[in-house]
Structures are given as C-alpha cells and as structure tokens.
C-alpha cells in the first residue's frame, strides 16, 4: 500500500518527459490505398547525419509494422524535418522581503530560476501523396532532447518520437 503514492509520482514525473504529438490530414483521403513509400526527393532533415540515420531506422521499422514497404514507384513519400530549440526552466525558487506597520506595507520578490534552459526538438512528419503532390497527413512531436546523451539513449529517444508520431496513422474517422 506504502509503494502506491510512490508509482503515481513516479507515472506522473515519467509522463512529463514523453513526447507530445498533434495530428493533422486530408479528410477526404482513403489511406488504405497507400501500401509503399518512399523518401522526398528533397530530403533534408536538419539533423546530423548520425541521429538522422536513427531516426530513418526507426522510421522504416514502424513503418513495416504498419505494412509499408519501400519502392521506387512509391504511393506516398515520407519527408521528416526538424527544428531544434531552447526555453528556459520552468522551475525557479521564489524570495520575497516585506514588512509593514500602521496599515502600511511594503513588499519585494523575486524569482531565482533553477537549472538551466532546457533543448527541445520538433520533429515534422509529412505523408504526401505522389501523383497529386499534396500533403495527406501531419504530425508533429515535441519532444525533449539531451544533446549529450550517448548514442542508445539517442535511439531509444527516436524511437520514441516515431512511434508516437505514427500512433495518429492511419487517423481515425
């Protein structure tokens, strides 16, 4: 019973670190009809070229479970770009001095932020049909990221992005 409280902070702490996803697509699309893939002629990711090849693994490994397969007469073209940036810490101790006397007060404070700013990525998915050139379906994962994790941690991280990425595809209706 004791370790009940200790699993919802321990849930609750690991939830904030999981990536954030929102969805978008062409409503009038059967996605059905799309079974192979390719990458976008013009495929720039903006990420080195080793965190770019784990996120084209994890990519392609989730995409095969989802039943795709690569091809050079493709249905669809995947294109992935990134942005990477900073926002400070949200957590910050606050200091306060105030006294007052004879219906008089005065008050100063203060916050003092904790840690320093923290490296998010943005990570954009896009499906696009390739006989009619357009978009079909979106999405984008915000997630944290550690410039200085080791090469596991990168991948494991990746993985992460792609499959909440891909938990959206198809969309339901």
């Known amino acids: 019973m004791r370790a009940l409280p200790i699993l919802l902070v321990f849930l609750f702490l690991m939830s904030c670190n999981a990536p954030q996803a929102v969805y978008d697509y062409d409503q009038e699309i059967n996605f059905s009809n799309y079974s192979t893939y390719a990458l976008f002629p013009d495929f720039q990711s903006g990420l080195s070229q080793l965190d770019e090849k784990r996120l084209l693994t994890s990519l392609e490994n989730q995409l ?3 039943g795709f397969s ?9 294109n992935v770009y990134t942005d990477e940036f900073q926002e400070l810490s949200r957590n910050s101790l606050g200091v306060g001095v105030g006294g007052g006397g004879r219906n008089v007060g005065v008050g100063v404070s203060g916050g003092i932020p904790l840690g320093g700013p923290e490296t998010y990525l943005q990570i954009t998915f896009d499906f696009i049909d390739v006989k009619a050139d357009s978009l079909i379906w979106q999405a984008v994962v915000e997630s ?3 410039p200085d994790a080791s090469p596991q941690q990168r991948q494991a991280q990746f993985e992460k992005i792609v499959q909440k990425a891909l938990e959206g595809y198809p969309p339901k209706k």
């Open 64 to 66: 095969r479970q989802k």
């Open 70 to 78: 690569v091809s050079s007469e493709a249905d669809m073209y995947v």
């Open 144 to 146: 944290k990221f550690n």
